[in-house]
């Protein structure tokens, strides 16, 4: 045929082979694990949403990525993250839903980004949120470190740092300053990781701001010490501005609130370097490091907002939550040999028929996927060396192979890929054997 068509993915898109799928899954499962076990609620939004909806805030260089396109009479665009569904499903849902609304979502994103290594056009984001109706407890924002802890500890991908800082103590301050544009600062701010702190205020300087104002926002953004020596320090500047006393006052009971659920100090600070630039946060805003690899850059970020559906609602619907971008992680953990697919099977056992035994083999593949032996059959003809180089490039911890004999004789020979040891055991006793994790 000379109409074949060369076989290839579009930029942007991530595919797996099945050995780094089982570890993209597990991580997955892992986080899914630890927001259900945190008490968040499982929504799915679609990927397709009508444009007046999604786009409603308008502007900004995320809708000049949006996937747009018309059905009929239907304008469409595909979903660039999961908060603005959330928006769209809490205003919709409202009268259904009890709040504080506590949910998460995993699920993919599009995004028709300028296409570079480690950047997606479609992706994976791995979302929490806590929804207050008119208000929401400041101890929500507390719990949310604890998830982010409980999740990266269990994710096992290194050592981290929650870094953390407060919109509030941020736009007081820039007040205290006489600092008039606030999100232009907050957006020079937020670049400081990037491009280090002379070119940002370079910035600032060409922004309007005096030398003197920046080099007190220097004081103030690389103020040193423990979480307790720089509240205790801010707290010494006798700085009056009442929306910097709210926000330090806020800090105070949600460090203290953290202790109390048990997040270890040494995987915390108070970063007044962390500005988050995006204009919808107004209280503590977090971002998560790997300590052996800054290079990565913010593994989970997110914070507080005021109202999340204004564009949809007249309620007032506070929240706090995170992200995590777990396709953008798991490409910079694969390649930064931080993280490597191992060698295993998607099941424990592979059964081999001889030849007039496969459909009283596959009885006994009935038997043991019933009794919770994750299991397959290999009923393709060839030769024994064949069938056992499949077991061995599929890393299948065991083999069974059933022939007339060990059918008669109602025992089976279980085989050790690893280490070659079989024994001859009864269908029960090999069942006994996986289920009590027993070596054999």
Not at 242 to 255: A, D, H, P, R, Y
Request: glycine fraction near 8%; hydrophobic fraction near 35%; charged fraction near 25%.
């Amino acid at each position: 045929m000379n109409n074949r068509v060369k076989p290839s993915t579009l930029p942007g898109f991530m595919e797996l082979l099945p050995a780094e799928q089982l570890l993209f899954n597990d991580l997955l499962d892992t986080i899914r694990e630890n927001y259900e076990k945190f008490g968040f609620l499982p929504i799915d939004t679609p990927v397709l949403e009508k444009s007046e909806v999604l786009l409603a805030k308008g502007g900004g260089e995320t809708e000049k990525q949006v996937y747009r396109f018309q059905k009929g009479d239907t304008d469409i665009s595909m979903r660039f993250d999961l908060t603005v569904p959330l928006a769209r499903y809490v205003a919709e849902h409202y009268n259904d839903l009890e709040f504080p609304f506590r949910r998460y979502h995993i699920g993919k994103v599009y995004r028709g980004e300028r296409n570079q290594r480690g950047r997606f056009r479609e992706f994976y984001q791995c979302d929490i949120d806590i929804i207050g109706n008119g208000t929401l407890s400041l101890y929500n924002d507390a719990e949310i470190p604890a998830v982010i802890y409980s999740t990266f500890k269990d994710l096992n991908i290194g050592d981290f740092i929650i870094r953390m800082n407060h919109r509030k103590l941020l736009n007081g301050y820039f007040q205290h300053l006489k600092i008039s544009d606030f999100p232009s600062t907050l957006r020079i701010l937020d670049k400081l990781d990037k491009i280090g702190w002379n070119k940002v205020e370079t910035e600032l300087e060409e922004a309007g701001l005096s030398i003197e104002v920046t080099q007190e926002i220097y004081k103030f953004v690389f103020l040193s010490g423990s979480v307790e020596e720089k509240l205790k320090a801010l707290d010494s500047w006798n700085i009056t501005d009442s929306l910097f006393q709210e926000g330090l006052q806020e800090l105070k009971v949600i460090f203290s609130a953290m202790e109390a659920y048990g997040v270890p100090k040494e995987n915390y600070t108070l970063d007044l370097t962390i500005a988050r630039g995006l204009d919808y946060y107004t209280g503590i805003v977090y971002e998560t490091f790997l300590k052996d690899y800054p290079d990565i850059g913010s593994i989970c970020s997110g914070g507080r907002y005021e109202n999340l559906a204004q564009y949809y609602t007249k309620q007032a619907l506070p929240g706090v939550g995170i992200s995590i971008g777990l396709s953008r992680l798991f490409f910079q953990l694969i390649d930064g040999n931080i993280l490597t697919a191992k060698e295993k099977s998607p099941y424990e056992v592979l059964i081999i028929p001889m030849k007039g035994c496969e459909e009283a083999s596959i009885k006994i593949l009935q038997s043991l996927r019933e009794s919770g032996v994750s299991s397959t059959i290999y009923s393709e003809s060839g030769k024994m060396g064949k069938k056992f180089k499949y077991a061995d490039a599929l890393h299948v911890p065991y083999v069974i192979v059933i022939g007339e004999d060990e059918l008669e004789k109602g025992e089976y020979s279980l085989r050790n890929m690893k280490t070659g040891e079989q024994e001859m055991l009864s269908l029960e006793k090999i069942k006994d054997c996986f289920l009590k994790e027993t070596d054999v």
